[in-house]
């Protein structure tokens, strides 16, 4: 298993960091006021940027939603290539803010190619769509037990584990009348929000998850299958055999005995076919019920996953991102202020991680050189000869 990257997702509320940084106490009594002024000022700007950046979106999304539930109209030369170029991107960048990271092709195809921890086989036809992309949130390193049938054997198995997936689907503009995705419109745009998503078990997040058997699963059926089978020839179709096998030879010309095809010969031949039909659908029902039941499985376990659908993810997703956004800056700005003198980005760096490394049992990758810059816009902070220093104006920003 590789080694697991440092968070950059901050898994606390942002008015829950805006506490904790108020009762470390580090601040003088101006310092203080320029904190939450620039809190203020802080959370006013990324409340006003992503609401412009909600507008972009829906308009983006709008003729590509497949749950939209008012009318398109044509107002504009704007075609829907350059609408699902524009929602790529805006997704994209959407998602970078949110601190989410994108799963490279090989590591979802390695992903899908792996066992699922539920124990059946899933198969995903990515032929099925113009575009797909996979972004997760939040890994750690997890271990289940898995039990074989009647407990006979266990087995530990380590995997990583996501908090968060957002999965983006485009579906093709002509779609496929075999495949499992007929009834989607064609050109259109899934999004889909998952929470606690074991890698192996990426396949069940696509809407074209097909449940097969396993060689295991097909020897559970198939053994007992032939071993019942022998019984019934033995037991059950032996004067059905040698009536047939009789009946054949004649007409075939291998003997010169004729059979008589009398009342009884037609009632063995007529049971005969009733039992070998009574077994070939018992065998067949085995086998739906027990694809039935690796479907109910995966249905359950959707059912608990599944966080949102399409213009709900790209909501949730906002608000994620102003709340990153937020609480990066909140931090870079607190940490500047209490130590009372400027700070190199590396030195702002180690301090944020080491304090929530020890002060909150939390080990993660702050992203300072974008928190700075964003202090930098707000012209709470500048930087000179390498340090950054707090701005003077700071203090007298009211809201």
């Not at 997936?165 to 009834?183: C, H, I, P, W």
């Amino acid at each position: 298993m590789p080694k697991l990257a440092l968070l950059r997702f901050i898994p606390f509320r942002r008015a829950d960091i805006l506490q904790m940084c108020l009762q470390e106490g580090q601040l003088d009594a101006e310092s203080l006021v320029k904190f939450k002024n620039g809190a203020r000022q802080i959370e006013r700007h990324f409340r006003d940027d992503f609401h412009r950046a909600k507008h972009a979106l829906k308009d983006a999304y709008f003729s590509l939603d497949p749950d939209a539930d008012t009318r398109l109209v044509h107002l504009d030369n704007r075609d829907t290539a350059s609408s699902q170029d524009d929602l790529a991107r805006q997704v994209s960048e959407l998602l970078e803010r949110a601190n989410y990271d994108k799963v490279t092709p090989e590591v979802l195809s390695k992903a899908l190619d792996s066992a699922s921890l539920f124990d059946i086989r899933l198969v995903v036809n990515l032929d099925d769509f113009a575009e797909v992309l996979l972004y997760t949130r939040g890994a750690s390193e997890r271990e289940e037990v898995i039990r074989g049938p009647f407990n006979l054997w266990r087995k530990t198995v380590r995997f990583v584990n996501y908090d968060r997936v957002v999965l983006y689907l485009r579906f093709k503009d002509e779609m496929n009348e075999d495949s499992s995705l007929a009834g989607c419109r064609p050109g259109a745009t899934m999004l889909k929000l998952f929470q606690n998503v074991p890698d192996a078990d990426m396949e069940m997040l696509f809407p074209n998850t097909q449940v097969g058997m396993r060689l295991r699963d097909k020897l559970m059926i198939g053994i007992p299958a032939l071993v019942s089978g022998g019984v019934v020839l033995t037991t059950k179709l032996g004067a059905t055999l040698v009536l047939t096998g009789s009946l054949l030879g004649f007409w075939l010309g291998w003997h010169n005995d004729e059979v008589t095809l009398d009342r009884k010969a037609i009632i063995v031949l007529l049971a005969g076919a009733g039992t070998i039909g009574a077994y070939l659908w018992k065998q067949i029902s085995n086998f739906k019920n027990r694809k039935l039941r690796f479907n109910e499985a995966l249905t359950r376990n959707l059912y608990f996953k599944l966080l949102d659908n399409n213009a709900g993810v790209l909501y949730r997703l906002l608000d994620d991102a102003e709340e990153s956004e937020c609480k990066e800056s909140l931090l870079a700005y607190y940490f500047l202020l209490a130590a009372h003198q400027p700070l190199s980005a590396q030195e702002l760096d180690q301090r944020i991680e080491v304090w929530f490394s020890q002060r909150w049992q939390c080990r993660l990758d702050f992203d300072v050189d974008d928190a700075l810059q964003k202090l930098a816009k707000l012209n709470l902070a500048y930087i000179d000869a390498d340090y950054w220093h707090i701005s003077a104006l700071s203090a007298d920003v009211e809201g």
